[in-house]
């Protein structure tokens, strides 16, 4: 079975992703508004000096099929109502931007559709990603809102974790696909790859004023989850 | 002694370390001295009205501190104090 997965962002997180989606034969999505620029090429290793100028998306999704892989780009802002346009038919929906409100917005939109979906966020030295499923806690009852979480922008970001943090939510997001549900409701925390490649996985309850689960079409409060963390 | 441990994201105001040793009894009182040791951290985590900010969780070990009484969870000499934010990036410029 063909799994269709919608990406959104096409740099240093949605690179690892696409490439390894692709080469797992899911039939891609990649959303970005974005243009390649000179001091992305450190960490978006998918691009080249010839990109320059060049919308994400589209050359993203031309490097996938390149190399074998089904994938179109779409060169737009992400938004619910983009999703809406987007993903009637997507199985998964994938997260790897750079702005805290997109992310929370996919979540919630992937919640509100019965979607699995994979937030993937790195900074400094270590990133976070997410596993979500329906009928499980999603991103919105770990952390209520997105306002001041820290950015790339602010905190910045070395080239190499950005890349393995990507290869880790292509896996979650495969295994999703797969229908793993391992990590489905838990968040995977990297805290500083230089000197420790283990996450502390966290696994949390459904809260239960989460605005997200009240449209959620499974509700997570059917079986709960042990509060618990601990390292993997 | 408690220690706290300080995510990747705000140690730019611990210069680095990520372990810090704190004598205190609670986690607010733990913040409040993390925040004397190194000025300006507890307002990227606490909110004006002193309440965790929605996009971080704090854990004592395994358990989020919601489940011990929030920020006046007791602390034991052993214990450690993970802040845990929410953290966007990737894919800009």
Not at chain 1, 63 to 74: D, K, L, P, S, Y
Not at chain 1, 199 to 210: I, L
Request: include cysteine.
């Amino acid at each position: 079975m063909i799994t269709r997965t919608l990406i959104v962002g096409a740099g240093g997180l949605g690179g690892p992703i696409a490439f390894a989606l692709g080469a797992a034969k899911h039939e891609l999505t990649i959303v970005d508004h974005d243009s390649v620029e000179v001091s992305n090429l450190h960490r978006q290793i998918q691009y080249t000096a010839l990109d320059l100028g060049e919308p994400k998306a589209a050359r993203l999704a031309g490097e996938v099929v390149a190399r074998g892989g089904t994938a179109r780009g779409v060169v737009q802002q992400w938004s619910p109502e983009v999703a809406d346009e987007l993903g009637a038919d997507v199985d998964l929906i994938v997260d790897a931007s750079d702005h805290p409100t997109t992310k929370f917005g996919v979540a919630d939109w992937a919640v509100a559709n019965g979607r699995t979906y994979v937030i993937a966020a790195a900074l400094r030295y270590g990133g976070n990603v997410f596993a979500g499923a329906p009928g499980v806690a999603c991103y919105r009852c770990l952390f209520e809102d997105p306002t001041d979480a820290p950015t790339c922008a602010e905190a910045g970001v070395l080239g190499p974790v950005v890349g393995a943090i990507g290869g880790v939510a292509a896996a979650l997001a495969l295994g999703l696909a797969n229908g793993d549900r391992t990590y489905a409701g838990a968040l995977l925390a990297f805290d500083d790859l230089r000197k420790l490649a283990e996450p502390r996985v966290v696994r949390f309850a459904p809260r239960r004023d989460c605005p997200a689960c009240a449209r959620a079409p499974i509700s997570p409060f059917a079986a709960q989850p042990v509060r618990v963390a601990e390292n993997a | 002694m408690p220690s706290i441990r300080v995510p990747s994201a705000l140690r730019t105001f611990t210069g680095g370390a990520s372990d810090i040793e704190i004598s205190a009894s609670t986690v607010r009182d733990a913040l409040a001295e993390l925040d004397k040791k190194h000025p300006g951290i507890a307002a990227k985590v606490l909110g004006n009205d002193g309440a965790v900010k929605p996009f971080i969780r704090i854990y004592v070990g395994p358990d989020d501190i919601g489940d011990l009484g929030g920020l006046d969870a007791k602390l034991t000499d052993r214990d450690e104090i993970s802040i845990i934010p929410a953290i966007a990036g990737g894919s800009g410029a």
